[in-house]
C-alpha cells in the first residue's frame, strides 16, 4: 500500500551506525518490500528519497548518511523528534520462489536496502552472502546486524582495517567461483553496481541494481529523474531494476543530472 500524503511522526528510536550515519525507527506498519524507500521530509529544512532499511512487527527504519544538508539536519533528530515521510515508493528486489541463495554487494550507505534484503531472503530460507566495501572498517555498516541474522558476511576495505584489503566486487567474482548463487542483488556507487552487473552477466546469473537519481515529487510526474536513453522515471519504474536494462542505460555508470538537471561525471572511483 503507498501513501501519497506525508506522515509526521515522533521518531521512536534511534541507533548510531557509524560516526555520519543514524537509523531512526518508527512505530508504523508502513508495507515496505526491501529495495523501496520513502520521501523523509524535515519541515522547513527540506525532503530527501531513502532507502527503508528494515522492517518487522510494526516498525520500519531508515538509516541516513549525514552527506548534504537535509541529511545532516536529520541526523541530528533524536528519540521523541518529528519527522516526515511518505511512502514507500518504487519497485523492489525480487527474489523468485525456486532461487536457493543469494548474494548482495554494498557500498556505503547502499547496504542499507540489502540488508533488509538478506534478512527478507534468510525468513525464506535461502542462504545470503552479504559482501560489502567501504573505505576503512569505521564505514562498514550492518556487518553484525547481517552475522546475527545468519548471512554469510565478506568484507573488503581500501586499507585492510577490516576483511580484504580490496574490493567488494572482488570478492563477488571469487564467491560466485566458490559457491552457486542464483542472484545477484546491489545498491551503491553506480561505478561499482556496473562491475557487479557485468560480472554477474559474465557468470550468467541474474542481477538487480538500486540507481539512486535526483528526485523532486517521487510519484513520475516532474520527469526529473528519467534517465538516458530509455526515459524510465527511477521513482516509479526503479530505483530497483534489472543488471540487463541498467547495462543498456547510457549514463549507468558514467554520469548523473543535478536539480537543474546538469550532467555530472562520475569520477572514475576504485570498485
Ligand atoms: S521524481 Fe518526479 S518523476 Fe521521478
Not at 182 to 197: H, L, Q, T
Not at 249 to 263: I, T
Request: proline share 4%.
Amino acid at each position: 500500500m503507498r501513501n501519497d500524503e506525508f506522515i509526521v511522526m515522533p521518531i521512536a528510536q534511534t541507533k548510531d551506525e557509524t560516526k555520519t550515519s543514524r537509523t531512526f525507527f518508527f512505530d508504523y506498519n508502513l508495507n515496505s518490500k526491501p529495495g523501496q524507500f520513502v520521501m523523509l521530509w524535515l519541515p522547513g529544512v527540506g525532503e530527501k528519497p531513502i532507502s527503508v532499511s528494515g522492517e518487522k512487527e510494526g516498525r520500519f527504519s531508515v538509516t541516513v548518511c549525514a552527506v548534504g544538508p537535509v541529511s545532516k539536519a536529520i541526523c541530528e533528530l533524536k528519540k521523541g523528534d518529528k519527522l516526515g515521510f511518505r511512502g514507500p515508493f518504487g519497485t523492489h528486489y525480487s527474489i523468485p520462489k525456486d532461487v536457493e541463495s543469494i548474494a548482495v554487494v554494498g557500498g556505503g550507505y547502499g547496504s542499507a536496502p540489502l540488508a533488509y534484503l538478506c534478512e527478507h531472503a534468510i525468513a525464506q530460507g535461502k542462504k545470503a552472502y552479504f559482501i560489502e566495501g567501504a573505505r576503512d572498517s569505521a564505514h562498514l555498516l550492518f556487518a553484525k546486524r547481517m552475522e546475527d541474522a545468519g548471512a554469510e558476511v565478506l568484507l573488503a576495505t581500501d586499507d585492510g582495517s577490516e576483511g580484504v584489503k580490496g574490493f567488494p566486487t572482488d570478492l563477488l567474482k571469487d564467491a560466485l567461483k566458490a559457491h552457486k548463487i542464483d542472484r545477484v542483488f546491489s545498491c551503491g556507487p553506480e561505478i561499482m553496481m556496473k562491475k557487479v552487473a557485468e560480472i554477474s552477466a559474465h557468470f550468467n546469473v541474474s542481477s538487480e541494481v538500486s540507481m539512486e537519481r535526483y528526485m523532486k515529487c517521487g510519484i513520475g510526474v516532474c520527469g526529473q529523474c528519467a534517465v538516458d536513453e530509455l526515459g524510465i522515471c527511477l521513482c516509479k519504474e526503479g530505483p530497483v531494476i534489472s543488471g540487463k536494462t541498467a547495462l543498456s542505460l547510457k549514463e549507468f555508470g558514467n554520469y548523473f543530472r543535478d536539480s537543474s538537471g546538469k550532467k555530472i561525471e562520475y569520477n572514475s572511483r576504485r570498485v
